[in-house]
């Protein structure tokens, strides 16, 4: 079940998970990866507020169950930017897949293709955007683009990405900087597995790097230029993930923007930041007061189909997940991915149900109280 | 004090309680009750925050103590649909009562009866309505109704109901698929003594089937146009049981419901639904500016005399109660069940005289404040 | 250290307290107090939220700190329906204070004269109002009422007291029944030590009697009319003690009262009733937009220098306590009641400096923010 | 590593600190500093609620990331009253630093000095005025004025502070007399090394003095005249510590104020005033409003860049941190006090990135959110 790669131990399980709820998982990923991995995951910033609060803020907002609906077989079948998906939750890009399992990237990508969920892949990825080709074929996919200080190196990675099935790119704008994350200060972390783009481009680098150093390398300076610089590079939809305000999602849009990812990274990065479930309703009431209407992705914190559910009604068009999927691939690769994934949906398909919620749109319609206490038990 | 049914343990107690509140019961009736009963009652749906939340939010209303009113030995008579009751406190439809004693619903009904209080029976209870007529004779009861894909079992249901002796019907529109529980996950739990109408019409079904299996059988789509069905097959009050907006009471007293449970299944369905008490105030606000009033019962994390004043404060006619009664079944029977009753009765008279209220009426006009904090020791 | 009264042990300390708070006494109290006594005090209504809630909810009030006052040597001095007193801070009713001390009533009234403020006893005293009057002279004192059925006995009491040089009443009107105190049933109380009011009266009513019991024979249906028969027994300031609402403080106040009293009963009566500090800024407001403007009294819960001075700057004259004084009675007898109000006054005395509040009267006009949100660490 | 004064045990390091966060200091400088002068430090008055809530209170607030601000490297420099500063963060007066290392007052300036950072020194320094110019030359500093009853002692202070180069003074008007602090009362806690300006002026005055003896000296009556007594002896900036709300900022600017420190003496003296981000707005709203505009000093639970930036972003110009730099300064000297400024600038530096402020000024126009709610895990 574990492989070495230079000494560096990797999962290599392969099979379908009988969990209970995702939250488990987290407990279960302690026993398969090593310390320095898995802290590198379950970890935030600073004091963590952010990361903890992304979950506990969906305690703030309340599904109203609705009666006499008429209304049976709910159906969990979307579109976003012309694909067709399966469910509305996806997977959101992490960085250095393998050290949750051997296979990383491949078996993320085949876990996400099996469940009809959109797979954003990092460009810190283990795997080359040829070996996912090979894998999984024109699966719905999407690449994350870490922007260089050196465009010569985004080029490439634009490029090959398109050429290799990845239609289209997700311009990460939170993460300029590495968040301050006590947990790589106290055990040394380091890329373990080099880094495909990387190694290819630089003999070597990203294995063994530190995150700080890692990002010593990216752009700090990205602005609306970048956007476009990208889409003259290659004429595909960029969605820009990282934003917690409207200002923010309008600027985008007026770039030129494809779509946006509500996300604080995770509380990775500024801790301290909004729980993006707190700030989703205003910004999605902002994009769409706008002629040039675009899609809203959301992420941090979801564990829950109720959580999901709740996005879903606050604005979002797909709910994107990171951690659990990650200890999904630990315990069980690309199944283990898969049935992350179908948790989820199991979960939301009985909100569907209760709500009289036929699709994925009627979500939309729902109807959500807000009583602004915590309750965190 | 105990019999066994095919190897599944059954209390045989029958006894006084002397109980110094409900939440003690919850304790005892795990020595009594074996763990995948229990746990089957003693848990919610999700990560069961609307279970427990139903009673944490009775703390965000305040009863408002009365000075100089000059009155003294206030009383608990109250009328319902007609039916002369001794209590605002009800009996709330659970599925079999035989997890917690050998007498299953005949005890239960004997006890509501003993205390005076409506008593509403599930669908799945293990006892036929003719053993209960039986042993009650004309006591106020009611008959809850998970509707059947099958309308010739639905109408069976029904018309034997109503020949046996109750009088109405609770129609439960917030359960059409099990929620997410995943207690009865891990025990897997299922339903180990015969349900009475499952299995004189379908011989055995029932007995050996898990909360799902049950589900599985019962129609999701109900409809205005189900209130109405019922109503042809016997022209007896509907109650629509699990409503928690003021859209869903307005529609079902359009569909000619008459009577709301504002209800969330106990928090055994939608996890993250509102507390039944923090949404009771809009519903209670719109049921009684329309012209066409119907009475209101409120369930859910009900435990304290002053949880009944509360709701009966903020709009509810009724207020029901579920695991308690059954643990208190588990405990002592028929006489359990009436003790359970009687130590909310106590509690409930000493808030009446020292709120001024001579009558449940008058409790529907005592003072409530509200603090929206949480205060959750 | 200790006597014995038919078998009951009570403390004979007298000295003078060194502790660090009021908090510390509760729990040294502990090994003092026989274990029903001592829970017959250290315990509320139902689940005791609303005894919590009493200290915890201050914490929703700031007091602000002033710069640049110019003032120094802050004064306790104060008034009370003339009485010229050392303290804002009084000594509340409670019954049977030989449960704490040998020496019951008669050191309390000895350590509040000796603090300078004002003490009001309880119809269920132990020590008679002639002993009192032998040890204190003429001290600040008031008496307070539980009612009885009886009027001839109310007669004697009201009768008796004034001649003695209790100067006027504190009518209870917030406890005509006992609240469902649950310590008391599981240490099946009983007060030890004889009422001296009912062994005159009845031969030993009192002693041996449960709380219930005692409440039995008071009245239940007080109202305006009690207020006015008392008045022309006895021409003296009659106070209503157990106000919530400014409805009832103005109520109260037409009927002739002298005065009123802010209180839960210390959150022994209805569990869920409103912090007193929550209500007060209400009914200051109302009791001072009223010609016939009367004093306020708080009790409820303090347990600091920073809550008096939050209960004066919210509307209080006076500020009551309960609990405390009775610790300090069975650790130090009147010695110890001395040190508990002295213990209040050194903390407020740094408050007011700090405020620039000279006088009592300028807590009045104090600064107070209110954060609500609990903080209740 | 450690000398001794009279028995009393001083830390002599001198090292760069590695530490991970601030909060490590406290459980750190446990081993390094004797009991009663480790809580003199680590404690506040009466429940501590002020001290503890003055740190959770910054979880109100909440920092939005910026997308797509084109910015990189942002600066750290900032000016105060015409000094050049490398870093917002400033060193607050504490008293008698000696009871942290031998080298006291001499090590924080050096300290501040090397982080470039203003350091306010307190009257109750070990160290003279000389020896600590004799250090640090003309680094940026000012002199905290506890104003003595004796106006001789307060002319010699200021005038030989100005002399030794402190070019402003802090006037503490928040702390008139001693908080009420618990933690001195059990540990007994006097000051163990002679303060430099008690020695010289008084033969011996200071060292073995209780904070009560010590504050029993110092004036109370504390008024606008003061401010304008200290600018006739010295024509320098002063500023006005310890304000809590808008009506004494604009009095102490009347008065001739040159800036302001909103300040509760670190919930050492008020227990139950507000925190200080919670009234900073407030504040900052009126001083900017006024046509003498003055900077404005936040000090009180700053342990994180990310309250640095949430300070600042609220209105003040400068962040004062205390007990942290004192633990640095146990545990390293000099430049513990520069490793705790330095950690400071460094998560500063990320989250000014992330939110796109290129400079200290940018933070003031940044986008905060306030969600009224504790989530104080």
């Known amino acids: 079940m574990t492989t070495y790669y230079k000494g560096f131990p990797q999962s290599t399980r392969e099979e379908k998970l009988h969990m209970v709820n995702l939250d488990e998982l987290e407990h279960e ?19 963590e507020w952010t990361w903890r609060n992304n979950t506990q803020a969906f305690n703030h907002f309340q599904i109203v169950p609705r009666a006499l609906t008429g209304m049976q077989n709910p159906e969990l079948n979307t579109e976003f930017l012309g694909m067709k998906l399966k469910t509305p939750v996806m997977i959101c890009p992490i960085a250095c897949h393998g050290i949750a399992n051997a296979e990383a990237e491949i078996d993320t990508a085949k ?42 190196f985004n080029k490439m990675v634009i490029e090959e990405s398109v050429k290799a099935g990845f239609t289209g790119f997700f311009l990460t704008v939170d993460a300029l900087v590495s968040g301050y994350r006590e947990a790589n200060l106290r055990t040394n972390f380091t890329y373990p597995v080099p880094l495909a783009f990387f190694n290819e481009w630089n003999g070597g680098k990203g294995e063994g790097q ?47 923007a494809d779509g946006i990812v509500v996300s604080n990274h995770g509380g990775r990065e500024v801790d301290g930041a909004p729980a ?7 910004i999605a009431k902002a994009v769409r007061s706008c002629d040039h209407r675009v899609p809203i992705i959301l992420d941090g914190g979801v564990r829950r189909g109720s959580h999901v559910f709740k996005a879903l009604a606050l604005g979002a068009d797909l709910v994107g997940i990171g951690r659990p999927f990650l200890y999904g691939l630990a315990l069980g690769g690309a199944q283990g991915v898969q049935s992350v994934i179908e948790q989820l949906n ?17 979500i939309k319609h729902a109807k959500i109280d807000h009583i602004n206490y915590s309750a965190d038990w």
Chains 1, 2, 3, 4 share one sequence.
């Open 210 to 256: 530190s995150v700080a150093q890692m990002y010593a390398s990216s752009a700090q300076n990205i602005g609306p230029d970048d956007i476009r610089k990208i889409k003259e590079i290659a004429d595909v939809p960029v969605i820009v993930k990282g934003v917690e305000c409207a200002e923010d999602a309008m600027l985008a849009i007026g770039t030129g």
């Open 111 to 152: 876990g996400a293709k099996a469940a009809g969920a959109l797979f954003a892949m990092s460009t810190y990825a283990n795997k080359s955007v040829q070996e996912v080709q090979s894998a999984v074929g024109d699966s719905p996919r999407f690449m994350q683009l870490y922007l260089s200080k050196n465009w010569d």
């Open 346 to 362: 199991k979960e939301l398909l009985i909100d569907m149900q209760l709500t009289g919620c036929k699709t994925i749109e009627d």
């Open 276 to 282: 993006t479930i707190d700030v989703l309703p205003e």
């Open 29 to 47: 990923a302690k026993y398969v990866m090593p310390e320095a991995a898995y802290y590198y995951v379950a970890s935030g910033a600073e004091n």
